[in-house]
Nanobody
Framework: QVQLVESGGGLVQAGGSLRLSCAASGSIVSINAMGWYRQAPGKRRELVAAILSGGIANYADSVKGRFTISRDNAKNTVYLQMNSLKPEDTAVYYC?????????WGQGTQVTVSA
């Protein structure tokens, strides 16, 4: 079993920044992919950013140039630095990791961006 603990969400004004963190623990030898999804009210959950163990990252078009995903393999932790936040970034953000071809999800952390 793998447990994920997210932190860093909150309320911020448009143009501001937040940094999300997600630490994985449990039966982990190595983590392949790590990523962040988000889900706004009434909308589908969507991929925000993902990063592979080698450091290759990809981003949703809506966040390119504003968000940066990174990982610390020694700490089994993934980060999402969010800059120039917009009201449309408001959502619950979920961390996800792939371990031995199984996917695990965090509990979600609320990010609210006020206009």
């Amino acid at each position: 079993q793998v447990q994920l603990v997210e932190s860093g969400g909150g309320l911020v004004q448009a143009g501001g920044s937040l940094r999300l963190s997600c630490a994985a623990s449990g039966s982990i030898v190595s983590i392949n992919a790590m990523g962040w999804y988000r889900q706004a009210p009434g909308k589908r959950r969507e991929l925000v950013a993902a990063i592979l163990s080698g450091g290759i990252a990809n981003y949703a078009d809506s966040v390119k140039g504003r968000f940066t995903i990174s990982r610390d393999n020694a700490k089994n932790t993934v980060y999402l630095q969010m800059n120039s936040l917009k009201p449309e970034d408001t959502a619950v953000y979920y961390c996800t990791v792939e371990v031995r071809r199984l996917g695990y999800w965090g509990q979600g952390t609320q990010v609210t961006v006020s206009a």
